[in-house]
């Protein structure tokens, strides 16, 4: 089947729940997307084969011209076919057509390839201040 990616996809709390903790390793959570997203977000984008969520990544914003790639996840099964750089690139997409001319991310090291090399980010100086 095929898989479709939608910017500003509709959100089904439980199904992004559910891909968030098999993705990222924890139980499955209770939040509120729908209302987190649409309060924080520039967009976001759900990849979908038929009705099942396969895949999410949320863009953040700073208001003007830089957003922020967050929560990039992709379902097990689905890994390693491509869908995670077809998640940024739509989330790069929207973000441009939203007037955005910057799209940041940070990520954990072993994740460099997939943003460096899959997705076409460049390397740039960074500071984090853990809270």
Same mark, same amino acid.
């Given at each position: 089947?095929? %898989? ?6 509709? %959100? ?7 891909? @968030? ?6 139980? !499955?959570?209770? $939040? /509120? ?11 976001? !984008?759900?990849?979908?084969?038929? /009705?099942?969520?396969?895949?999410? &990544?949320? &863009?953040?914003?700073? #208001?003007?011209? @830089? ?5 990039? &996840? ?8 491509? !869908? ?19 799209? @940041?991310? /940070?990520?954990?090291? @072993? ?12 390397? $740039?100086?960074? #500071?984090? %201040?853990?809270?």
């Amino acid at each position: 089947m095929t %898989i479709t990616y939608e910017w500003r996809g509709d %959100i089904d709390n439980s199904a992004l729940n559910e891909l @968030h903790a098999e993705g990222f390793g924890y139980p !499955v959570g209770q $939040t /509120d997307w729908l209302s987190r997203l649409h309060r924080h977000s520039l967009g976001w !984008v759900c990849a979908r084969e038929g /009705d099942r969520l396969v895949g999410f &990544v949320n &863009v953040a914003w700073d #208001g003007g011209v @830089h957003a922020f790639v967050l929560d990039t &996840v992709v379902a097990q099964r689905d890994r390693s076919h491509g !869908v995670g750089a077809a998640l940024v690139k739509a989330a790069a997409e929207g973000s441009r057509a939203a007037g955005c001319e910057w799209l @940041h991310v /940070d990520f954990e090291e @072993h994740l460099r390839s997939f943003y460096f090399e899959a997705c076409g980010f460049k390397e $740039t100086a960074a #500071g984090l %201040i853990a809270l």
